[in-house]
């Protein structure tokens, strides 16, 4: 029996008379081509190695089956093979967008293709010279839905899909149902029975004293602990003067969910844009210090605009700038400073430093934000390694970071020289930075140290006693830093100060904008779990031994703790 393309295609011409079901996969195929995503993975049904290959299959047969349906309806006329040509470039691409999630661990919901879109400046910018991002798989979602449409519109009967437009409201709400976070059917596990919790205890008095110094905030732009070295050989630091923090924590690896957490103390885990109220303005960090007469500033060489920054800045402090007014202000000063898609030359701060700070009489708390090390990597003219041409990615990233540390030394010492009382500095990054390790890539998408352990430098003389910190929740920085300046105005509450003898890490764990990943940090223990492939790993902080948990009693207990952390 011969077998060929005419014939198999006619045998289904001849088994198919019905085209109204057409119209309902070609709604469907709206819905499913926007976010290829497998169903199964949202009900944690265990594929394991399995999913792709069974996610690859159920495709070819869907587009398959529109391409028998095309095809034997129009009669190998010109729309009709261009229709064909239409379906294998878009089975192709929906392949390369399902290997594209598995392989970078990064689903596309709807709120981060809106992300992506508000912001469509920056990340276009960025997207355009790394491969390795979030915003490529977006690029490859929009371009299957326009085919999607296109595919539709080929149809000679298409218009009839209209009398089937009132599923389509049905088909998204059950598609978006499958978007909650599965931990939901979690929740049912918590009872009232006592967790491992400490009781309320008064902490041990502090072995430093500060008289009211000036407190300058350094937060660093996506620098992971592991590629800081500070302070440099050539650098004038007093070493004795450091307390470093040895393993110190974000608990979501994105910009704007660490300057609210690390101002508030609080982390939302699941807001992709931080929201203040009422009680967290007054107990936040800068408010404490404009209690006690303190001047409060936020300097930021990124833009305020994304994600309620702006809110934060102008809510929490006195006095805020940004990328933007700075290029203004050097403009009027006649100074010239490269920008980027991501904010400024770094350098600026040293000006602005100058003129604004050093010579006010209050006393001064003030959060400086970097940029330069925010992907793609900003190596401007003042950078050394400029004019040594075109830098790979990595290589980028850590000349980045080189010149970032000696525009740190130099901010310190204009502080260290010019006011009256010796400030207590503290060097603190947003978040880490992944460059293949697991495949992960860039930031926001990877809870493992790679992304979620960053550096938690102290600086002053007062630290030449040292302490062993051995860990610290960024959301406990605030606490402790009113108990360094004020023990009897700050009250440590649950033992979350990290200069204690009885403090003890509790942290959730989250990816940002995607229950992909969640986690948590108890003592020295790290716990992640791989939502996509149902998989739990037990660790410790270094990551340097990893085992993985199989018992349901270890995902009971997990999803216990995960709760009742991240309602804390």
Known sequence: MKFSLISI????????????????????????????????????????SVSLGLYLITFIFLYTTISFR??????????????????????????????????????????LFIYYIEHFSNLYSDSKEFFYDVYPGIWLHTICLFMSFVLSFLDARV????????????????????????????????????????????????????DKPDVIIFLLEGVSDSFLNFPPEDSKIDKRNIQKVENCFIPIPHSSKSIFTLLTGSIQLNATR?????????????????????????????????????????????????????????KNKSLTYQTFAWGIDDTILIDYVDEY??????????????????????????????????????????????RTETILVDL???????????????????????????NFHNHNYSIYNQET???CIFIHSSFKNKLSIKSAGLKDIGTSIKNLISPNVAKSKLNIDIFSDQYLLKMPLKTWNS???????????????????NQLFLMDLNEDNIKEQTSSKDFDLFYKKWNAYSEE
């Open 453 to 455: 352990k960053i550096p």
């Open 9 to 48: 295609i006619k045998y289904f011409q001849n088994k198919i008379k019905d085209r109204e079901n057409d119209k309902l996969i070609v709604i469907f195929l709206y819905v499913v081509a926007f976010f290829p995503i497998p169903f199964w993975s949202r009900w944690q049904i265990q594929l394991n």
């Open 159 to 210: 218009n009839n899909v209209k009398r089937y437009l009132w599923l389509l409201p049905f088909l998204i709400a059950f598609y978006l149902s499958m978007q909650f976070d599965s931990t939901l059917n979690h929740k049912k596990i918590i009872n009232n029975e006592n967790l491992s919790r400490d009781k309320i205890t008064k902490v041990n008095s502090i072995p430093y004293h500060f």
């Open 515 to 533: 229950n992909n990943f969640i986690g948590l940090i108890e003592g020295d223990t790290k716990y992640i779990l791989d939502k996509r492939r």
């Open 274 to 330: 931080p929201k203040l109220n009422p009680q967290l303005i007054k107990n936040s960090l800068p408010k404490f210090f404009q209690t006690l007469g303190y001047q409060t500033n936020f300097i930021f060489t990124q833009s305020f605009a994304f994600e309620n920054i702006d809110d934060i800045a102008n809510n929490l402090f006195n006095k805020t700038i940004d990328s933007r007014a700075l290029e203004a202000w050097s």
């Open 70 to 111: 095309l095809l034997a309806n129009e009669n190998f006329n010109f729309k009709g093979i261009f229709a064909y040509i239409l379906i294998i470039i878009l089975l192709c691409l929906i392949c390369l967008t399902s290997y594209w999630e598995i392989y970078f661990q990064t689903s596309i919901d709807a709120d």
């Open 412 to 438: 310190m010492n204009r502080f260290l020289q010019r006011r009256k009382k010796e400030p207590l500095f503290l060097i603190l990054s947003d978040h880490g930075e992944s460059f293949g390790e697991r």
């Open 357 to 402: 700070l050093l010579n006010t009489q209050d006393p001064i708390f003030t959060l400086i934000g970097f940029s330069n090390t925010h992907s793609p990597y900003f190596i401007p003219s003042t950078n050394p390694d400029h004019r040594k041409g075109k830098l790979y990615k990595l290589e980028r990233y850590k000349s980045s970071i080189k």
